[in-house]
């Protein structure tokens, strides 16, 4: 085992012996996942969960429905979730694909291999990387690991990455130094998400953090990449 693997498998090992396992996503079907990975984008779950009671009231959770919406009504409908008028499109843009490429077949679309239905998700406008690998690990149970801020900033500060690295070249280093398991991704990229809210903040507050024991240095990061 690397160094880097070992170093990894001890902040997951820490983190859950302090969170316990995370049993992520917070969704019950796999289009409520879908629709609460595109809503997300820029905002907290919070506003996220309105925006689908709405929908989820209203009847409207599901292929078929999204796709009838009239346009303003899905936006109204989503609100809460923010930027609403953009998410309504990226929602659309979502929903035309697996209806007009797939027959609205979720499950057939997302039993895709790994590599299409990246690439999929990656061609549909207004899916980004972290979009498109939280469908594919929480809705369709890929291998992917999904990064984000968090990820980037812990790394950072663990010298387990540079201030250089982008999203891939993160997931490469993560998806070549843990085993090949979609269980284990998705509780870890939960617990960096974790870490990331309670502790490891643009201004680290390590004190109490799982992952204090592990050689770090808080003074490395930025916040976006
Ligand atoms: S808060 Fe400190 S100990 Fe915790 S992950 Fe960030 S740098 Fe590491």
Redesign the pocket.
Known sequence: MSQTSQTLME?YQAALTRFGHLKWWPGETRIEICVGAILTQNTNWTNVEKALANLKAAGKLNLPALAAMDMNDLAEMIRPAGYFNVKAKRLRNFIRHVMEHHGGDLDAFLAMATSTLREELLSINGIGRETADSIMLYAGGKCTFVVDTYTF??LL??RLIDTDYDYEMIKELLESNLPSDAELFNDFHAQFVS??KS???PV???EG??????P???N??RDEF
Do not use: F
């Open positions: 902040m900033r812990i500060r663990h870490i990331g502790y490891c903040k680290a507050r390590c953090c799982p992952l204090e024991h592990l770090h240095d808080p490395r990061g």
